[in-house]
T-cell receptor
Framework: GESVGLHLPTLSVQEGDNSIINCAYS??????FIWYKQESGKGPQFIID?????DKRQGQRVTVLLNKTVKHLSLQIAATQPGDSAVYFC????????????FGSGTRLSIRP | SAVISQKPSRDICQRGTSLTIQCQVD?????MFWYRQQPGQSLTLIAT?????????ESGFVIDKFPISRPNLTFSTLTVSNMSPEDSSIYLC??????????????FGEGSRLTVL
């Protein structure tokens, strides 16, 4: 079947290298940001989140950076593995209001062996 | 975590017909969300479905085209009415994790891939 990421921007990375995926968000009032990973044929899966009172948050092999001044998010994946191949989406919302989550445009991460 | 089951997983439909997608969650949740993902694109929120009240639709989506039911805290349906080829998309049901992580962690079903001929 057709990949959901067929027409999305693609980032090609050598296996073992670090990956950096960038995202611009739209609403300056948003104070909570999330990265999702979507593998082919599956729904998105939560990776990591960050609130606006932080500018960096680390997880296992992943780091999210937030620059509120320019409304920019990035997801860094260390030592990229074949299993990291997927489409990655950033999303934004308001933390305190159980508000709807709005997804940004995605990036397809392709791993070269 | 929540486990979400959607039916059908995929379908091929004729123009002008309607199709109802079912979403079953393995736990009781207050808010359920329906998203659309058109080929090669990101997810767009269609509506938020709360049990016991009318669904809240986003700009560009209307109840006549996408009627939603939410009869209880574990189940919801989305109907795509009077389908046209432009409705060919993946439709995803999701629920929010309310286990102390804020509102950012959505759990998604596998999606229902509709192709309209």
């Amino acid at each position: 079947g057709e990949s959901v990421g067929l027409h999305l921007p693609t980032l090609s990375v050598q296996e073992g290298d670090n990956s950096i995926i960038n995202c611009a968000y739209s609403n300056s009032a948003s104070d909570y940001f999330i990265w999702y990973k979507q593998e082919s044929g599956k729904g998105p899966q939560f990776i990591i989140d960050i609130r606006s009172n932080m500018d960096k948050r680390q997880g296992q092999r992943v780091t999210v950076l937030l620059n509120k001044t320019v409304k920019h998010l990035s997801l860094q994946i260390a030592a990229t593995q074949p299993g990291d191949s997927a489409v990655y989406f950033c999303a934004e919302t308001l933390y305190s209001s159980a508000s709807k989550i709005i997804f940004g445009s995605g990036t397809r991460l392709s791993i070269r062996p | 975590s929540a486990v979400i089951s959607q039916k059908p997983s995929r379908d091929i439909c004729q123009r002008g017909t309607s199709l109802t997608i079912q979403c079953q969650v393995d736990s009781q949740v207050t808010m359920m969300f329906w998203y659309r993902q058109q080929p090669g694109q990101s997810l767009t929120l269609i509506a938020t479905a709360n049990q016991g009240s009318e669904a809240t639709y986003e700009s560009g989506f209307v109840i006549d085209k996408f009627p939603i039911s939410r009869p209880n805290l574990t189940f919801s349906t989305l109907t795509v009415s009077n389908m046209s080829p432009e409705d060919s998309s993946i439709y995803l049901c999701s629920v929010a994790n309310t286990g102390g992580k804020g509102t950012g962690e959505l759990f998604f079903g596998e999606g229902s891939r509709l192709t309209v001929l």
